[in-house]
């Protein structure tokens, strides 16, 4: 009988990873229908309601699940539109429910998929961070997400209205992302103010996706202009393959603000000499804790 040789454990590990995701699923799908079959027999019009409020909460839950899942293949993924879609799976299970609006600014980026993967992970540990420890006093929620590459480095901004008091004793929650962080070969940065929080993700591209994304700006920049929209699009771009300067994000709600002075205070305090250290501008700084 041949003795089989076993699997190196990075595919152990996705295989083991894949039936959890599989099994958390249909866990979560008998769940909704046995709520939403309790929901049709039981009597009364509060009970149906609380009971398909409940539904709806395990749908949300499961959006994110889903969008959460480990990839397969190895195409590259565009991060904007996964980032929004993990977004409003966190909307409908948690963030609409607290009364807490969450927005977006982001801009084109191609990751491979683990890596993709990995930081849609690490978003969503910092949305739920923000969700969870925010002071937000009598001001309305908002969490705003904001993703943009600056040459061969991505950064990834979670901001937040609230402030800073019941952030103190909550850092340690943060250990999973800072790890997750490290795998991408980046780091994890915090920075506080009178009426907001940021967390600041920032790592570097591979080689492949470098490439990748130069070509995608490029084959964008030679599109025809069809409207004023898309020729601000193409100086967005133009900015972006040559110099990668400044993100192109214009905003007028009141987060938006405390973002842009977020970016013109950011810095890494140490002067490393590793490769994200010498990709990092002194024009991105922020305080860190």
């Not at 699923?25 to 079959?37: C, E, K, R």
Request: hydrophobic share 40%; with cysteine.
């Amino acid at each position: 009988m041949p003795v089989l040789s076993p699997d190196p454990s990075g595919l152990q590990e996705g295989v083991l990873l894949r039936e959890l995701h599989h099994r958390v699923t249909n866990g979560v799908a008998f769940a909704i229908d046995l709520v939403s079959a309790a929901a049709i027999r039981v009597d009364g019009t509060e009970a149906k309601s609380a009971l398909s409020d409940v539904v709806e909460l395990l749908h949300g839950y499961a959006d994110v699940h889903r969008a959460l899942a480990m990839p397969t293949g190895e195409t590259l993924i565009q991060a904007a539109t996964y980032i929004r879609k993990l977004g409003c799976g966190m909307r409908r299970a948690v963030l609409d429910r607290m009364n807490i609006q969450l927005a977006f600014a982001t801009q084109s980026l191609a990751l491979q998929p683990e890596r993709c993967w990995h930081l849609g992970l690490i978003v969503h540990e910092l949305v739920m961070h923000a969700a969870r420890h925010a002071c937000f006093d009598a001001r309305a929620g908002q969490i705003r997400i904001k993703l943009t590459r600056t040459g061969a480095l991505v950064n990834c901004v979670i901001l937040d209205n609230g402030s800073r008091p019941a952030r103190e004793t909550s850092d340690r929650e943060l250990r999973i992302a800072r790890d997750i962080a490290r795998a991408l070969g980046g780091r994890i940065e915090q920075g506080f103010g009178a009426e907001f929080t940021s967390i600041v993700l920032s790592f570097p591209l591979t080689e492949r996706e470098r490439g990748a994304n130069w070509s995608i700006a490029t084959r964008q920049m030679r599109a025809p202009r069809r409207t004023r929209a898309t020729a601000s699009n193409k100086a967005v771009l133009t900015a972006s393959a040559a110099a990668d300067q400044r993100g192109p994000t214009v905003e007028t709600d009141p987060l938006a603000g405390l973002l842009r002075q977020q970016e013109r205070g950011l810095f890494i305090p140490r002067q490393s000499a590793d490769a994200l250290g010498g990709l990092l501008s002194p024009s991105h700084r922020t305080d860190a804790s």
